[in-house]
């Protein structure tokens, strides 16, 4: 009969050491749907946060302030896009104030690739490090966004505006002579 005691004493030990670990496991998913809930409630809140006072603004929004930020240095020929791009351009009689920009928004920082020509003769350096503190400014004053990068690609080098230079020189100095 001891041994059937022990039998069902270790059967009670084992249900005992079952109910533990199932009240453990119970306590651990509820804890991970506490963590998870959390985390759902915090990324709404950042959300909120994107979209100030319900105002949710667009990577294209984003990508014309920072257009219109670079047409204004001086040394920048033009934006550098796609064909479609220039295409459309051409067929709709507007310019495309966000061509050749591209914008990577997450939470309340963008970052912002921005392709364009340079003139001829213009130093590069300036020219892009002007580019990035306008479009750091405009893009950040007009949304609150953080502007983490502006990366400014040289696509190419507009020699025509040196050549209506070199022309009007030309022009100048033979007038000059005569």
Do not use: L
């Amino acid at each position: 009969m001891e041994e059937n005691e022990s039998k069902e004493e270790v059967v009670k030990k084992e249900e005992q050491q079952a109910e533990i670990e199932t009240s453990e496991n119970t306590e651990k998913i509820e804890k991970q749907d506490e963590t998870n809930q959390q985390k759902e409630e915090t990324k709404q809140n950042e959300e909120v946060e994107d979209t100030e006072n319900g105002i949710e603004i667009s990577n294209d929004v984003i990508a014309v302030i920072a257009g219109v930020a670079v047409s204004e240095v001086q040394g920048v020929a033009s934006m550098a896009g796609g064909f479609a791009g220039g295409i459309s351009e051409v067929f709709s009689g507007k310019k495309n104030m966000s061509k050749g920009i591209k914008v990577d928004k997450t939470e309340n920082k963008a970052k912002i690739d921005v392709n364009i020509i340079v003139e001829y003769g213009s130093r590069i350096p300036d020219v892009a490090y002007e580019i990035q503190n306008r479009v750091k400014k405009s893009v950040e004053g007009m949304t609150g966004f953080k502007v983490e990068e502006v990366n400014v690609h040289v696509q190419g080098v507009d020699t025509n505006i040196s050549k209506n230079e070199n022309t009007s020189k030309e022009q100048k100095s033979n007038e000059e002579q005569n």
